[in-house]
């Protein structure tokens, strides 16, 4: 009460005095905790800030704290060399490591790392009958078959006529048999779980290492092409168009997949979490590559990928038999060949003759054109699309809007401060996303479309014109992520001098022949780490933090994965690499199979 008389009994310039010192006190108070923040938020994460005398690390007294990058990076090149190491180089030492796993040998000069989607593939038909694998194949709707060293196949549809040309190329080389092919973009065979399992262990009692003098070595004709029977397999489309329910029935009976609960409003905005992404990464970023594709342990990929929440076309069967395909996800049992668009090399899927200039003259950007498919999207689903998703968070305006909430995000979720962004730390996170991201739908795929557009996501996206892959080569970073399956322009990238920046939880059949953080940079299925890799790619230069960006690690991982795909992903490494499944496959599919096998080094 004394205040309040006094206030009032004071002259009106003491008043403006006492007013003014308070206002200049607390701003005072406010950059100074602001620059407490700043500093903080430098030092955890090994910061420069702008007006400082000296990057923080110059201080003896202050140990710097090494980037998770940096050592993702490191370990990759450990894991690159260990590959290196086991690599064969004659005909002597194959057989033996081959001999070593139980395994035959084909073919020369090879590392048998390369080769383990072949076991993974074939291993459960240890426990089927022969016979039964013959008459399946034989049945199918769509097949190759191969007599007399002579491919053919009856269906004109384009995959089946690329897949038979790839097998032409070898079929000099090829016993009788008859090849399965799946010519949808999804997987279709999922068995449970409990019953691929019993054919493991099935197949673990049956394979035996007959003495060399027992070893057959000729594969058994088959009888000449025949009008075929239909076949008694059980198709089912999923229900209300989901895939989820199907895909986890292949997940362990105590994975989370299975004993989550099966989301069906999907009508909001996504739930994004990190939660189920810690097994996998190191410091928020990738460290398992094979453990982030695979969804058995992340329930929330449900919502989050259109191969889960509604497929362009489901037709799936839990009968298992020998069907070749060109992707899979974890739990599908198809035997898995190189992809028909990397046998053809289609120009725009990848580029064609030109891969790119020289690094120094690439433009610092994200690229990223491309269909919004991933899927059947409806107005009551898209919003968990992975492309939708990624889209919109890569767009600096939506970006801006969200960090300063005048709009909440419709389909994604801004970073977390775990992620050490400088540009979150000073408000203009939307604003350095824009210096560098150039993503954009050419066409906005949906059942109700007019021309490019749909009636439900356009008021979210632009549609952009196209750009040639060719162009796309003259940025720098490239993401690739899913669409209705596996994307077919990962090779295109792989061999170009950009860096690609691989999201995916499809599987391929290069797969083993690819080190994360040494080939490609990997990416978590949320997208949430990715403003956390361009940062340390390309820097930031804000008001107060300044950080240096990592080109010259952005361009050897480039240039790596370059030098590598073009040894390891020819056209010859996927002759190579079918050749050997084939031959394995015929030896499966033959009834003398416990005693064939080759015995060349031994002779």
């Not at 002259?11 to 500093?39: C, M, N, P, Q, T």
């Not at 950007?365 to 992975?386: H, K, L, M, S």
Request: proline share 5%; hydrophobic share 35%.
């Amino acid at each position: 009460m004394i205040f309040l008389i006094s206030w009032r009994r004071a002259s009106g310039k003491l008043r403006f005095f006492i007013l003014a010192i308070g206002f200049l006190l607390l701003f005072v108070y406010i950059k100074k905790l602001e620059h407490f923040s700043v500093k903080k938020l430098s030092q955890a994460s090994g910061y420069v800030l702008a007006n400082d005398p000296a990057p923080i690390w110059a201080n003896k007294n202050l140990k710097k704290t090494p980037h998770p990058i940096d050592e993702l990076i490191e370990d990759a090149e450990k894991k690159f060399e260990s590959l290196l190491a086991k690599r064969s180089h004659d005909l002597k030492t194959t057989a033996a490591q081959y001999k070593k796993e139980g395994e035959d040998i084909h073919h020369q000069d090879s590392t048998c790392d390369f080769f383990d989607q072949i076991y993974h593939d074939l291993a459960p038909f240890w426990g089927v009958k022969p016979s039964l694998m013959r008459e399946k194949a034989r049945s199918y709707e769509m097949t190759i078959s191969i007599r007399n060293h002579q491919a053919s196949a009856e269906s004109n549809w384009f995959w089946t006529q690329i897949w038979l040309d790839l097998i032409e190329s070898i079929q000099h080389l090829l016993p009788d048999m008859d090849i399965a092919l799946n010519a949808m973009d999804e997987p279709r065979i999922v068995v449970p779980w409990e019953e691929i399992n019993k054919f493991m262990e099935m197949e673990q009692k049956a394979r035996k290492m007959p003495a060399p003098e027992e070893i057959i070595t000729e594969f058994s004709s088959l009888k000449a092409l025949y009008k075929k029977e239909q076949d008694d397999i059980e198709w089912e489309t999923g229900e209300n168009g989901s895939y989820w329910g199907i895909a986890t029935r292949g997940c362990h009976p105590d994975s989370l997949a299975r004993n989550s609960v099966f989301m069906t409003d999907l009508n909001h905005p996504p739930l994004i979490s990190l939660e189920y992404s810690i097994p996998h990464t190191y410091k928020s970023f990738v460290s398992n590559y094979s453990a982030s594709t695979d969804f058995c342990n992340q329930p929330d990929l449900q919502a989050l990928h259109g191969m889960m929440i509604k497929p362009l076309s489901i037709s799936s069967t839990k009968d298992f038999f020998p069907m070749f395909g060109g992707s899979k996800l974890q739990t599908n049992n198809e035997i898995l060949l190189p992809a028909p668009i990397y046998w053809s090399n289609e120009e725009r899927y990848s580029g064609g003759y030109y891969h790119g200039g020289p690094w120094e003259q690439k433009l610092d950007y994200v690229i990223w054109r491309g269909v919004a498919t991933g899927g059947r999207n409806r107005p009551d689903n898209w919003r968990g699309f992975q492309r939708h998703r990624f889209v919109a968070m890569t767009n600096g305006s939506k970006v801006s809007a969200a960090e300063q909430w005048r709009s909440i995000p419709e389909n994604w979720a801004l970073p977390s401060s775990q992620h050490g962004l400088a540009a979150l730390a000073e408000n203009r996170l939307g604003e350095w996303t824009h210096e560098w991201a150039d993503t954009a739908f050419v066409d906005l795929k949906c059942d109700t479309q007019e021309n490019l557009t749909c009636d439900y996501t356009s008021p979210y996206f632009s549609v952009m014109p196209n750009m040639m892959m060719g162009d796309q080569f003259d940025r720098k970073y490239l993401p690739d992520i899913d669409g209705n399956s596996f994307s077919g322009r990962y090779r295109g990238f792989l061999l170009s001098t950009s860096l690609p920046i691989k999201a995916t939880i499809f599987h391929e059949w290069h797969d083993s022949r690819l080190v994360p953080w040494k080939h490609f940079v990997p990416m978590d299925n949320r997208f949430m780490e990715f403003w956390g890799i361009m940062q340390y790619f390309i820097g930031y230069e804000g008001t107060n933090i300044k950080i240096e960006g990592h080109d010259d690690k952005a361009k050897k991982i480039a240039l790596d994965g370059q030098n590598w795909a073009n040894q390891v992903l020819r056209t010859e490494d996927m002759q190579i690499y079918v050749l050997r499944l084939l031959l394995e496959y015929a030896r499966l599919s033959d009834d003398k199979r416990d005693k064939m096998g080759w015995v060349g080094d031994l002779t």
